[in-house]
Structure formats: structure tokens, C-alpha cells
RNA sequence: GCCCGCGUGGUGGAAUGGUAGACACAGGAGACUUAAAAUCUCCAGGCAGCAAUGCCGUGCCGGUUCGAGUCCGGCCGCGGGUACCA
């Protein structure tokens, strides 16, 4: 007997493939578009379990389409710009571009045996200046039509590494090379006008029904729409307003004091007229740039000592206080405060000794706020106090209504939508990433570079052995001549954002050779992505911009229209986890070990290691599993079996050695089992060929829905049941042939290899992969008994088995007469019977 | 802190509001074998019981329902995101 060999197999079909070139994809009217993409890796050198099952996923549903009789794009290419690049030139000398592009190379090595349906003629960096080119004339375009604009914001500066940091290299407010405490600096910075588009983003995820909906919910609540109102309070000196912002105007008669940002005008202007308060700025400064650190750090404030008048209650006066949590970017950087309704307010109110008094009661309850704000639900009845429009018991969303009408029609204060997203900041302050295409001159200010003279080509001529961006210290490439009026002038040495670079590259695979970013007919053909496969970690940030720059691309008359929404359909994957083994050295510090060193809990010197649980693979951690070592030793159908067989593919799959082994074990008896068939005496007669028949339509019927729905980890359970009553038959020749072939078809997506050597083996014609899917035929999936189970009070007491057209008083009766239910009724006589046809009967005493 | 998600046997997990634990791993028993490996067959949530069977059981507390792992409210734990990681 033969023996399933993957290496050689798997080498075979793969070259099968590429002579054939059926994965290249071709524009053609007689069928169908599909363009199925999963997100494109970042090269850092290794593939890893998580893109094995990414794409894996992914070449799943790419393969079935291609069976179903789509076209089908199925491309690939790598997010190649970004800080890990320029990390290893600093650590280990070397350039970041023959780094990135060595590591392309590596990973397109490793990924390649995998066996992948991708039209690899398609695939490109994101650092090729042929890419990033057309990104710069994205760019130029998006300024002429206004949707890019220039404004100050902050960083993290690091004053010893005299460098610009990234969130992730700030810890503890330090950066995480100097150890330096980080300083917040302001630099004229440029920004996609992504919140003009706030209200459309909001509104178009109600039709991205293909869409998770914790993705759309979480996008939702990102960009925070919100209806408010914007009072100006007139400053007690004479000195103008200050406008701010509130959600809860409601409230204002329990408003006691105004909190503006450090960054407010108003503290600029006050910065260096008092010690204390400049001293306090200078603090807020040093706080990390992130939300989590701004919302999790204390609740400071100091008094201006300036005053603004109350806007209602004539002779009330509120003191301006500088708040560490108020922000300049959202709404106007100025808020009222009131303490009895809201439970920051109230914290600050107290540390403060600032006054609380209710705006409202609860009706009934006339208790003043100690020390938890009154916050009830916006569509719960309170009791107005006082209320300047007249009203009283009213809902608060009523009593917000009311006071921006009120205002509105006195002239105080306008209504205003607003949202929490803000401005998408694309200036980076780094070496490996796209230049900003544009040019300072003196005399002309910021210039547009010429269209003509694109890609501007980062230098190669460059050393990382000072921090900073070595652009800025480039002897010749910063100096140009102005492309206005000729002059000598400075290049913008920022880059862009990798963000940029992944908001477009799914639109750049209809066609990857255009001399424009896209040819807008390959577009306007595979636009839409039909699915699009990738992490949950990119819910907001990448998808929310890659919305925005379909949008500012068809805008731009870079897409055509219709391809608003670039992903029609979005499948968020889980992680691939491992246990993590640990030992201590002689301080108690942690010490890893990788899986392969580790047998039974013991290192090979027989030492035991401590097992943490499972977490997401990390080469810190060394919970890795290469999958190049499985690949050798199992083959890629086994590698791509298992990542789809254990968990739901939306949740993290945990990688063990033991469910690696036991797939490779099951695809041999699959192998084996096509041998056994093919050595069969063909003339004999069989016995159950209709039953053999029957359970191979179930299990075409039931993996098909599994593959459309995403339930991969189902339809392996119900082949692996089908495996085994084919094991078991004694059907004919004939039957156990077109069985096994059908088992190969319905694997061939996620084992397609292993598929394609059974379909030869049997005699198939041409390639599985390029065969028609199977139809279930419905005859053969109806039965004609079913089998019920019986409730009494809910709970499970006995079952039976009925003709399935059995009319329901027929059910009834049956089921009162089954010994087991007699015998738990006891006697006592049925209230109701509810009978579910074909699902369960319940009665009810 | 805030937003989102998840929590089911020894383990990964299955289950359109309708028999909780499919399928698989690890485990146990047996067959084959001189033996082992491989392969095959069977058993298997917990407690009690020879068994029939009974009781308990989907993180915790409460609710809706004839019926809740599933829906609702409140907690606890873990994970993702938090705008310069990708």
C-alpha cells in the first residue's frame, strides 16, 4: 500500500496550478466577479500561525467562489513602511529598505507552500516607489480638492533622543530609549478633513449589513455623534466669551464653575502671568498624548481667577478653571461643569470645594448629590428645578430639547451636532514611509510638487546611528528648486502615516500596473472587495479610513461611484494562542522557552517549566509555533486543516502539537481510504448505496452552508463524521467512488492538495480546483420519521419517533401516551401542550 | 477611565429561544501483534446507584418565557481598541 506523502504531493499540485495559471485573474463578462482579500501582512521576516489562518481563511472562500463558477481576484502584497524597519537598522545596523525587501522575500518563500489560490502577478510593497508614487498623487489631488489641510498639534517629544516618539515608545511616560521624561510638543502637522465626513460614516454603517455588528457599533460609538449646544459666557472683564460646548444643557442651573483646556487660548494667554499656573501647564504637558493615559490620570485643575457670567441666573457668577481633562480637540476645548450631574464633575467639584446643586430630582426623592452624581438615563422622567423654560417633570432628552430651543430662540447660545472623531493627523516624523510630496519656499510658502516629477524617492544615502529623522540632516535631498516661482527651497521631510498606505492598497490590486492610482475601469469591474478577511484589532482605525479614502478617492475621480463602501462584506478572525512556558533565573526574572524545547512539562535537562495559559503568540514570549516546522513535518494541508477545525474562525484558536498530529492522522486515513476504494473489486454488489448516498448529500448540504457562513470549524466536524460512516460502508464500487470523490470536493477548499491527489487517484477529470461544487440534491435530505423529545415542565422525560407529517393532535396524543411521561405526570392532568413541529413537544401541568 | 467582545466537561469547542456537551484532543477498556508503534472497536459532564433511574450542571446574582448557554438588567474575570504599533 501507498503512503500519503504531503511534501511530494503538495510540490506537485502547486506547480500543477501555476502551469495552468488558474489563480490569475482576468476581467471577463461571462461570469460573475468575486474579490475576496485578506489583510496584507506587515513584512517582518516570519510568517506566523495567525496569517496561516488569515489566509487560509481566506483562500477557503476564494476556492469555493472559483467552484461556484465566480471570477475570482485573489491578491497579495505587503504593508511594508513602518517604525520596525528603522527599530532594526538602529539595533542591528543595515537599511530599512533592503531589510523590508529581504524579509518580502523570506515570507513569500514561507507563504508559498502553503499552497494559496493568489494571482501572484499582482502582488506589491507599499514601499515600491511605483506604489507609493501614486499615493503622492492621491495626495496632491486631496489638497487641490481641500480634503487635506495644515494645523498645529502635539507629539511626544523625547528631549534627550531630540526625537519625535510613538505612543508605543513612551512607557510610563518615559521614552523607552533615553528614559527621558516625555515632553508634549507642538508642530504644524498635516491632516485628512476626515471629520467633515463624520455624519456620512455614521449613517452609511446601517447599510454594511455584512458587516459584524460590534464592528459597526464600535465605529459608531468612535465617532461619537452628539447633540449639544455651544453658549458663549461673556467674560466678567470685559474681555469677550468663552465658548463652550455642552451636552447637557439641561443642567445649567447646577453649574458651578468653567473648565477649559491647558491648551485653550485662554491658558495661553494666562501661561507666564502667574508661577503656580504656568507651573501647572507645564505638568499637563508632560502627560502622555493618549487617551487612556489622559482618562486614567488624576483630575487636576487650578483657578484662573478670571469670571464669566452666568447665561441665565442674572448676578451669578462662575469661576474659569484650567482642567488636565478637558480637550482642545473636541468640541470647543471649554465645558461648564456641573458637579451634581456628572460624576467627573462631582469628583472634581469636591476635591475643589466647588459648589454641587441639583439642576433636578428624581420625582419623589428631593435628596441633594453627595457623593455619586445623579446621571439617570436620558429617557427617564426627572423633576426640573427652577427650570428657566418653564418646565418641570419631563424626561432629560425633553428638558435638552427645550433648553436649546430656549437659547436658540433668545439668541444665547446654537444648537450643534457634533462628534468625537477628529481630523486624521498623517505627518510622521520618520525616515520609511511615503514623503509628503510638497515644498517650502520663502517666498511661496507651502508648494505643491509637480505631478510630473513623482515619486518622490526617499534617499538611500541615509544612517541611523543618531535618532531622529534622517531626512532632516540629508545634504541633498531636502534643497530644491521651488516648483513655483524656482527658487531655492526645502522638501517636507515628513512621511506619511502607514495608514495611508493600507487606506487604498485594496483599490491599487484591480490594477497594480496603472500610471494613474487606479484605472477606473479594472475599479469600477472588481470593486467592490466582496469579502474582506482580517483581525478585529483593525475595527476602527484601518477600516474607518479605508471608508474615508473610498470616499475622497471618488471624490477625486480615483474610483468610480458605488465604491463608497469598499468592503462589502467584513470577517473579523481571532487570534492563534499558545501556552507559555517559563522558567526563573537565579534573580526570579522570567525565563521562556519555546514549544519544541519543551516534553511533557520538562526541559530537556529534565527541569519543569510553568505553564501560563494560553496567550496570543508572541516572539517575546516565545509561544510560537513556526509554521514552516509544521509544514515539513505534516504538510500544508495539515497545517490547514487544523487552524480551521478547532474553534470558530471569528474566535482565537489555540495551536497544540497533539491537534496538529491529529489532523495530519485524519487527512492519511482520508488518503488511505481513497486507496482502499480504488483497490476495490468493481463488479462486486454493494449493500446500503441509498444510506452512503443520502449521508454524502447531508454532508454536501451541510459543509456548503458551513463555508457560506463562515463556519469552517462545523463543516470539518460534520466531514470528519461523513469520513467515518464511508469508512464503515459496504456499499458498491460505484457509490463508495462517487462518495470519495465528493468528500475530496468538499475538502479541496481547505485541503486542496490532498483533494486534488484523490480526484487524479479516482479518475476526475482536469483539476478539482477548477471542477464544478457538488449539489446537494434536496430528495435525498428529507426523512420521513422524526424523532421528538418530550418536556413535562421544561424539562427533558422521554422522546419519540413519529412519521414527520404526523398532524399535531396525532403528536399529542403520542406523547401523553408514552410510559415515561404517564409515569412523571403521576396522575395529574396536562394545562397545555405545546408541540413545535418537528422539534420538541412540551407539557406543560 | 471609556468603547466593543468573550466566559459551556480534563482540553479546544457544538447547539435558527426547543434533547446541553456534536466533532476533535487528552484519558480508559478491548481487538490485532511475540512485543511495541501504527491501525481498528467501544466507553466517557459531576454526584448517588449493580442497574433502571434520579438529582445537579453553560462565570456569579436576578428577570422575561411553556421552555434560556442563547433574550433583558446588575456584577466578576479575561481579551481587543483607545487616534504616532501594525
Redesign the pocket.
Known amino acids: 500500500m501507498a503512503r500519503y506523502t504531503p511534501a511530494e504531493i503538495e510540490a506537485r499540485w502547486q506547480e500543477a496550478w501555476s502551469r495552468d495559471e488558474i489563480f490569475k485573474a482576468v476581467r471577463t463578462a461571462d461570469k460573475p466577479k468575486y474579490y475576496v482579500l485578506e489583510m496584507f501582512p506587515?513584512p517582518s521576516g516570519r510568517i506566523h500561525m495567525g496569517h496561516v489562518r488569515n489566509y487560509t481563511m481566506g483562500d477557503v472562500i476564494a476556492r469555493y467562489k472559483l467552484a461556484t463558477g465566480h471570477n475570482v481576484l485573489h491578491p497579495m502584497g505587503w504593508?511594508a513602511?513602518?517604525?520596525?524597519a528603522e527599530n532594526a537598522a538602529m539595533a542591528i545596523g543595515g537599511h530599512p529598505k533592503d531589510w523590508t525587501y529581504g524579509n518580502i522575500k523570506d515570507m513569500r518563500d514561507q507563504m508559498k507552500p502553503l499552497g494559496l489560490s493568489i494571482d501572484w502577478s499582482r502582488e506589491f510593497a507599499t514601499c515600491d516607489p511605483e506604489y507609493y508614487g501614486q499615493q503622492q498623487a492621491l495626495f496632491l489631488d486631496f489638497l487641490e480638492a481641500g480634503l487635506v489641510y495644515r494645523k498645529n498639534?502635539q507629539?511626544?517629544w523625547d528631549p534627550v533622543d531630540m526625537t519625535?516618539?510613538?505612543?508605543?515608545?513612551v512607557i510610563d511616560g518615559k521614552g523607552w530609549r533615553s528614559g527621558a521624561e516625555v515632553e508634549r510638543r507642538e508642530?504644524t502637522?498635516w491632516f485628512f478633513k476626515i471629520s467633515d465626513m463624520a455624519g456620512e460614516l455614521k449613517d452609511a454603517l446601517d447599510g454594511l449589513e455584512n458587516w459584524p455588528?460590534?464592528v459597526r457599533?464600535?465605529q459608531e460609538?468612535?465617532i461619537?455623534e452628539s447633540r449639544g449646544i455651544e453658549i458663549p459666557f461673556q467674560r466678567t472683564d470685559g474681555d469677550g466669551t468663552i465658548l463652550c460646548y455642552s451636552t447637557r444643557p439641561d443642567t445649567m442651573r447646577g453649574a458651578s464653575f468653567i473648565a477649559v483646556s491647558p491648551d485653550h487660548p485662554v491658558s495661553k494667554a494666562l501661561e507666564g502671568s502667574n508661577p503656580e499656573l504656568t507651573a501647572f501647564i507645564e505638568d499637563c504637558r508632560k502627560m502622555d498624548?493618549?487617551?487612556?493615559a489622559m482618562?486614567?490620570a488624576e483630575k487636576k485643575g487650578i483657578d484662573t481667577g478670571l469670571r464669566v457670567k452666568h447665561p441665565v441666573y442674572e448676578g451669578v457668577e462662575l469661576p474659569v478653571w484650567i482642567g488636565n481633562f478637558v480637550l482642545m480637540d473636541y468640541g470647543t476645548g471649554a465645558v461648564f461643569g456641573c458637579p451634581a450631574h456628572d460624576q467627573r464633575d462631582l469628583d472634581f467639584a469636591r476635591k475643589y470645594d466647588l459648589p454641587v446643586r441639583n439642576a433636578f430630582y428624581m420625582p419623589g426623592d428631593e435628596t441633594e448629590v453627595g457623593t455619586e452624581a445623579l446621571v439617570p438615563a436620558k429617557t427617564e422622567k426627572v423633576v426640573y428645578i427652577d427650570h428657566f423654560t418653564g418646565i418641570t417633570e419631563a424626561t432629560s432628552q425633553q428638558g435638552i430639547d427645550a433648553t436649546i430651543d430656549y437659547f436658540e430662540a433668545n439668541n444665547r447660545g446654537t444648537g450643534q451636532t457634533k462628534y468625537?472623531?477628529?481630523d486624521?493627523?498623517l505627518?510622521?516624523?520618520r525616515y520609511w514611509g511615503c514623503p509628503i510630496p510638497v515644498v517650502h519656499c520663502d517666498a511661496c510658502g507651502v508648494v505643491p510638487e509637480k505631478k510630473e516629477n513623482l515619486p518622490i524617492e526617499l534617499p538611500y544615502d541615509v544612517s541611523f546611528d543618531v535618532p531622529g529623522n534622517p531626512l532632516d540632516r540629508h545634504p541633498t535631498w531636502r534643497d530644491v528648486a521651488c516648483p513655483a516661482c524656482g527658487k531655492p527651497a526645502k522638501r517636507e521631510t515628513d512621511t506619511m502615516?502607514?495608514?495611508v498606505d493600507?487606506s487604498w492598497y485594496f483599490a491599487r490590486f484591480t490594477a497594480p500596473d496603472a500610471k494613474t492610482p487606479t484605472d477606473i475601469e479594472d475599479a469600477a469591474y472588481w470593486m467592490n472587495v466582496d469579502q474582506y478577511i482580517g483581525?478585529?484589532?483593525?475595527?476602527?482605525?484601518?477600516l474607518l479610513y479605508s471608508r474615508y479614502f473610498a470616499r475622497a478617492m471618488r471624490i477625486t475621480g480615483h474610483l468610480p461611484q458605488g465604491t463608497e463602501e469598499p468592503f462589502d462584506a467584513l470577517f473579523t478572525q481571532g487570534?492563534v494562542t499558545h501556552e507559555i512556558y517559563q522558567t526563573r533565573d537565579e534573580k526570579g526574572r522570567a525565563v521562556y522557552h519555546l514549544p519544541e524545547d519543551v516534553t511533557d512539562g520538562k526541559l530537556a535537562d529534565g527541569t519543569e517549566v510553568e505553564i501560563i495559559p494560553s496567550?496570543?503568540m508572541s516572539k517575546s514570549k516565545k509561544n510560537v509555533v513556526d509554521p514552516v516546522n509544521i509544514i515539513s513535518a505534516y504538510g500544508a494541508d495539515t497545517a490547514r486543516w487544523f487552524v480551521l477545525?478547532?474553534?470558530?474562525p471569528e474566535?482565537?484558536?489555540?495551536w497544540?502539537a497533539?491537534?496538529a498530529?491529529?489532523a495530519f492522522?485524519?487527512l492519511?486515513?482520508v488518503w488511505n481510504l481513497c486507496d482502499r476504494i480504488g483497490a476495490m473489486d468493481k463488479t462486486a454488489k454493494g449493500e446500503g448505496d441509498q444510506d452512503l448516498l443520502r449521508a454524502m448529500h447531508g454532508c454536501i448540504h451541510d459543509v456548503t452552508i458551513g463555508i457560506e457562513s463562515f463556519?469552517f470549524?462545523?463543516a470539518?466536524?460534520k466531514l470528519?463524521?461523513f469520513t467515518?460512516t464511508l469508512?464503515?460502508s459496504k456499499a458498491s464500487h460505484a457509490a463508495q467512488r462517487e462518495a470519495v470523490m465528493t468528500l475530496a470536493q468538499l475538502m479541496s477548499p481547505m485541503t486542496p492538495h490532498l483533494a486534488e491527489d484523490i480526484w487524479a487517484h479516482q479518475g476526475g477529470d482536469g483539476l478539482i480546483a477548477t471542477a464544478p461544487w457538488p449539489k446537494a440534491d434536496e430528495a435525498m435530505l428529507v426523512s420521513d420519521t422524526v424523532?421528538l423529545?418530550i418536556?413535562v415542565?421544561?424539562?427533558?422525560?422521554a422522546?419519540i419517533t413519529v412519521p414527520a407529517d404526523m398532524p399535531k393532535e396525532e403528536v399529542e396524543k403520542a406523547a401523553l401516551a408514552d410510559q415515561?411521561v404517564i409515569r412523571?405526570l403521576d396522575g395529574a392532568s396536562p394545562k397545555?401542550i405545546?408541540v413545535?413541529p418537528g422539534?420538541?413537544v412540551?407539557v406543560?401541568v
Open positions: 506587515y504593508d513602511f513602518g517604525m520596525p498639534a507629539v511626544n519625535v516618539l510613538a505612543n508605543e515608545q508642530l502637522q455588528a460590534k457599533l464600535m460609538n468612535w461619537g498624548t493618549t487617551e487612556a482618562e486614567k468625537r472623531l477628529r486624521w493627523g505627518s510622521r516624523q502615516d502607514t495608514f493600507s483581525g478585529i484589532e483593525h475595527a476602527i482605525l484601518h487570534m496567550a496570543k477545525s478547532d474553534s470558530p474566535r482565537d484558536v489555540e497544540t497533539a491537534g498530529e491529529a492522522k485524519h492519511t486515513r463556519g470549524n462545523a470539518i466536524a470528519y463524521a467515518a469508512q464503515k424523532t423529545p418536556q415542565n421544561g424539562k427533558r422525560r422522546e415515561a412523571t397545555k405545546i413545535v422539534r420538541i412540551n406543560v
